[in-house]
């Protein structure tokens, strides 16, 4: 019998990193009060899980989307493609090695210290003298110097044509700009005394667990923002976010679908339903996903044919409509199709149980009589699914797949644990199955494969396949390549390699959804599932 009897909560949460750490560094100690009023049309209050924490932005403890408001990067990822944003033009030499950035000349730090060649020299040196922390993104491993060519052009130099370099460069960290007055013995790795970047907005207050404000950037170059407040207040998940929202002490909810869940679909509703709230969703951002440990020798999945009989048992119709409410849609590849260079023939794996029992049966996976789980040469049909224990869609997901797989003859036990456990069991091999979805739209396909020959991310998910080495062999090309058709070419080979392995198993695509008052107009999304372009919203 399917699970239809629960509606679980749809992720509203405030976009933040996995491992959350609070420090009070460089933060006002002026706090005015514990609860934030937005009768002022002027401010904007979001509902947040969690504390903004260390907003250092060279480092992974802080809020992305308050560090969005900050700091800022020498170019924007649109869906255009890439766009000037503190360059203003940009030259790349014709081995693909040297970028050349002409910088704007009207940006001050906040804290009134010129944006120049100097300071982007400084920043970027202060990120790749922390190698081993940014080692998940390749450009770190590609920098070999940044210099100063004038007072606004800079030139990075790599080791070799790396064609993401524009990308990785745009994201929300590591690579943007604190006033080199905030560093520490001429660094970041071992913290800052401050947090001014040059973006559109200024933290102005922090008070730890309870709430951040952010002011606007009066002298901001691309001018200041209509919004000149916004909170971010720290609230417990689920009930409380939906009466702070009704009775007005939080105006604002989004998400970045990452785990704990904030606001139930039935809550939602009855916001939207009231006349005065909105909804607004993007196009979608991510992929969540079941990964299989390939590279587990002693456990069945390290077979493709159990991890294609998993696919084809999960009916993920039903878990976006029914366990999602159709906040998610199905996902039948491990990227969806817009996503740069992921527009690929796979074959589909729709849902099927009896196409997945006669796969386990081919693979030699024995029913026997009045027995629940297959066998093979003596050993059960027995795996273990790990799950943000914080995440109640997540544990319902978890369930139901545990009985689909029960009727298939496989035994599936679910396992809760905090997210920081099953990251650390990704990196170290120590798992069979587990949730993950991939980096996102701003990031993909060239982060998320990326990670696939990374040991603190997919190495153990990817290397127990056949083609292993022709799949990294053909990571490393597609990074280097100059060649428009070749890239194509390539990501093709590795998005099949891994499909036909079933190693990455999809899903449901997220979204950012917000809800917000009817009268907050301009809302809409980057190219990252991690920030909000509040610079862009206005009460009308």
């Known amino acids: 019998m399917l699970i239809r009897h629960k509606l679980v909560a749809l992720v509203f949460l405030v976009l933040s990193i996995l491992v959350a750490c609070s420090v009070n560094t460089g933060k006002s100690s002026n706090v005015k009060e514990d609860t934030v009023s937005t009768n002022n049309e002027k401010e904007l209050v979001y509902a947040s899980a969690k504390d903004i924490n260390d907003m250092n932005p060279h480092l992974y403890t802080g809020s992305m989307p308050a560090q969005g408001m900050i700091y800022e990067s020498l170019v924007e990822n649109t869906k255009d493609g ?49 190698a081993e922390k940014h080692s998940w993104i390749k450009l770190s491993t590609k920098i070999e110097s940044c ?18 370099t524009l990308v990785e460069l745009s994201m929300t960290r590591p690579y943007v700009f604190l006033s080199p007055k905030n560093f520490i013995d001429g660094g970041t790795k071992d913290g800052v005394n401050g947090y001014n970047g040059t973006g559109p907005y200024v933290l102005t207050e922090h008070k730890t667990d309870q709430y951040a404000t952010f002011e606007a950037n009066e002298n901001y170059w691309g001018g200041s923002p209509k919004i000149k407040k916004i909170t971010s207040k720290v609230l417990p998940a689920g009930e409380t976010t939906f009466l702070s929202l009704q009775k007005g002490e939080v105006n604002v909810a989004f998400t970045d679908d990452r785990g704990a869940d904030s606001l139930d679909v039935e809550a939602m509703n009855q916001l939207v339903d009231s006349g005065e709230y909105q909804l607004v969703r993007s196009e979608p951002m ?148 587990l949730f993950n979805q991939t980096w996102g739209l701003a990031y993909d396909p060239q982060s998320t494969i990326a990670a696939f020959t990374s040991k603190a991310s997919y190495l153990h998910t990817t290397s127990g396949i056949a083609k292993a080495d022709e799949l990294y062999k053909k990571i490393d090309e597609v990074m280097v390549s100059t060649d428009e058709e070749t890239r194509k070419s390539l990501y093709a080979d590795i998005l099949t390699i891994v499909h036909d392995e079933a190693v990455f198993i999809p899903i449901s695509n997220g979204s950012v959804t917000v809800v917000a008052p009817k009268n907050l107009k301009g809302i809409s999304f980057k190219q990252t599932q991690f920030e909000l372009p509040f610079e862009l919203m206005n009460f009308e």
């Open 82 to 130: 890439i766009k000037p944003l503190l360059a203003e033009s940009w030259e790349v030499s014709e081995d693909g090695k040297v970028y050349t950035f002409h910088l704007r000349k009207d940006v001050k730090f906040h804290d009134g210290e010129p944006f120049n060649a100097e300071a982007v020299k400084q920043n970027i040196e202060a990120v790749q003298n922390n």
């Open 147 to 164: 210099n100063v060519v004038d007072e606004y052009t800079v030139e990075l130099v790599l080791s070799e044509a790396y064609y993401p």
């Open 286 to 433: 991510n992929t969540k996903m079941i990964v299989a440990n390939s590279s587990k020798l002693d456990n069945p999945v390290n077979e493709t044919a159990v991890r294609e009989a998993i696919w084809y048992a999960i009916d993920r119709e039903t878990i976006s409509k029914d366990i999602l409410n159709g906040t998610e849609t199905i996902a039948n590849t491990m990227f969806s199709s817009n996503v740069n260079y992921a527009d690929v023939d796979l074959k589909k794996r729709d849902y099927d149980v009896e196409k997945a029992k006669e796969i386990l049966k081919e693979a030699g996976w024995q029913l026997g009589n009045g027995a629940e789980v297959r066998t093979k040469n003596g050993n059960k049909l027995a795996i273990k699914l790990y799950y943000d224990s914080n995440s109640s869609s997540q544990k319902t997901q978890a369930e139901f797949m545990q009985h689909s797989l029960k009727e298939i003859g496989i035994q599936l036990e679910n396992i809760g644990e905090e997210s920081t456990s099953i990251a650390n069991r990704r990196s170290t091999g120590d798992y069979d199955l």
